[in-house]
């Protein structure tokens, strides 16, 4: 990190100037079925939750929402969540997310409320301007309409499935993720048809060998690349066993992920 503030200067720049502004925040009572249609609709996994008075009291996921045992965002909400202040270091960012794991942090004014929210995409594409590198600018919206633009993830890992879909989210690919080879065949049958697919190995119900042969069974879906996303130490082997297009290796860089994800997917 010491690294990162003597070559960048990152501790002369604060979150404000990175973060994106445009946030959704929900409320500790709105309904679970009234959250899974927002959250779907605007493409994201996340959202921190807001008292009357728009100060944070928690956050809320994608994960949460599966695992339900209530009926309203209070009820399966994570009643806290990391925050920075909008005149936080850049630096701090890069530490507090480096040191939870986590990809996101919300930005909180001095009352509390919320700023907007910084990603480790922030970071990462500031880090990369200030080494001198060119950092194509484009948004959500100009990218998630087409289907050249969609990626299916599955991996039988909440944590894994929600922190990938919601990295690629940001940088503007509509997303869908499945929990096992026969989700992502239902996705497919509901005419999500994507650009790639991510693909774990080790799955329950149906696993990366049977999902890739069915696949490769069904002339709609035969040429649809795939990469193999796994965290064993034969991952490369397996992947060209399975005549995967390129293999992932857990954990991934950001950058291999990203750089991965935009050889097959149009911009």
């Known amino acids: 990190m010491a690294a990162l503030r003597r ?35 605007k493409h994201v996994r996340s959202a921190p939750v807001c008292d009357e008075r728009g100060r944070v009291i928690g956050v809320v996921s994608m994960s949460d929402l599966a695992r339900g045992g209530g009926t309203t965002v209070g009820d399966v909400m994570m009643p806290f ?9 850049l630096a701090r960012a890069a530490a ?28 990462m594409r500031w880090l990369a301007r200030a ?45 869908i993720t499945a929990a096992n080879g026969r989700e992502a065949l239902e996705r497919l049958r509901d005419g999500g048809r994507p650009a790639l697919i991510l693909m774990d190995l080790l799955m329950p119900v149906m696993d990366g060998w049977a999902l890739r042969a069915e696949l490769e069974r069904d002339p709609r879906t035969r040429e649809i690349p795939v990469v193999l996303l796994s965290g064993q130490g034969n991952a490369r082997e397996e992947a060209t066993r399975l ?10 860089p950001y950058p291999t992920l990203l750089g991965t994800v935009q050889k097959f997917c149009a911009a």
């Open 96 to 123: 507090l997310m480096a040191y939870e794991g986590i990809g996101r942090v919300v930005v909180v004014e001095p009352d509390g409320t919320v700023a907007g929210v910084v990603s480790a995409v922030d970071v």
């Open 7 to 41: 070559r960048t200067g990152s501790d002369d720049v604060t979150v404000s100037s990175v973060m994106s502004r445009d946030v959704l925040c929900v409320a500790p009572d709105m309904s679970l079925a009234a959250l899974a249609e927002l959250m779907i609709g």
């Open 243 to 252: 005549d995967a297009h390129a293999c992932l290796v857990k954990p991934v």
């Open 131 to 175: 080494e001198g590198y060119v950092v194509p600018g484009y948004t959500q919206d100009e990218r998630v309409e087409s289907a050249a633009n969609r990626v299916l993830v599955v991996d039988d890992d909440p944590d894994i499935r929600d922190q990938l879909a919601e990295i690629l989210a940001e940088e503007g690919y509509e997303v």
């Open 81 to 89: 969540a990391f925050t920075l202040a909008a005149s936080a270091s």
